[in-house]
T-cell receptor, first 111, second 120 residues
């Protein structure tokens, strides 16, 4: 099984709707990153969470880290077509703190 | 924020040839760089960790003789795919960290824009 599980794998929502993507780790989380990617392109850094209970927001995207549950959630409010893409969570789970990534969530926002 | 570049962005080569991909940190010194591979509709898979001045550490299942990594300076790491075959076609992404690993810290990693390799 994967060390970082993301759910759902894909999500199709109507423009204006809220949505949540979850990322659960099988190991202790010392931090967690959220990235957005368009297929075939590089990763766009969204935010980094370092402490349990931490919550960060950027425009209409909010992410929280629940250290006890070893999970993080990414919430988008009033989604827009520009939010479409692949969302990836990554955590420094390796011995050298190299990032391990979740399987990704493909988000489609219908106009 | 810090910038990491990759060159080339796209490369097409014939089977059996070698291809070199460069990863540069443009405005910081990267003691550690990472190389990832991404297949269509899949997530990023770590291939190796590249440390300046020392040998790279490869993940299980990654052939070190096929994927040669050189991190000769604090701003440049190269990945050479030797004797490339069609199954090596993939999207290769590097990332760079600007501080040494310290237990308990979460360092920021900056990703390059990726290199798409197509082996015919």
């Amino acid at each position: 099984s994967q060390e970082l599980e993301q759910s759902p794998q894909s999500l199709i929502v109507q423009e204006g709707k809220n949505l949540t993507i979850n990322c659960t780790s099988s190991k202790t989380l010392y931090g967690l990153y959220w990235y957005k990617q368009k297929y075939g392109e590089g990763l766009i850094f969204l935010m980094m969470l370092q402490k349990g209970g931490e919550e960060k927001s950027h425009e209409k995207i909010t992410a929280k880290l629940d250290e006890k549950k070893q999970q993080s959630s990414l919430h988008i409010t009033a989604s827009q077509p520009s939010h479409a893409g692949i969302y990836l969570c990554g955590a420094p789970l390796g011995s050298a703190r190299q990032l391990t990534f979740g399987s990704g969530t493909q988000l489609t926002v219908l106009p | 924020g810090a910038v990491v570049s990759q060159h080339p962005s796209r490369v097409i080569c014939k089977s059996g040839t070698s291809v070199k991909i460069e990863c540069r940190s443009l405005d910081f010194q990267a003691t550690t760089m990472f190389w990832y591979r991404q297949f269509p509709k899949q997530s990023l898979m770590l291939m190796a960790t590249s440390n300046e001045g020392s040998k790279a550490t490869y993940e299980q299942g990654v052939e070190k003789d096929k994927f040669l990594i050189n991190h000769a300076s604090l701003t440049l790491s190269t990945l050479t795919v030797t004797s490339a075959h069609p199954e090596d076609s993939s999207f290769y992404i590097c990332s760079a960290r600007d501080s040494p690993y310290v237990r308990g810290d979460v360092e920021t990693q900056y990703f390059g824009p990726g290199t798409r390799l197509l082996v015919l």
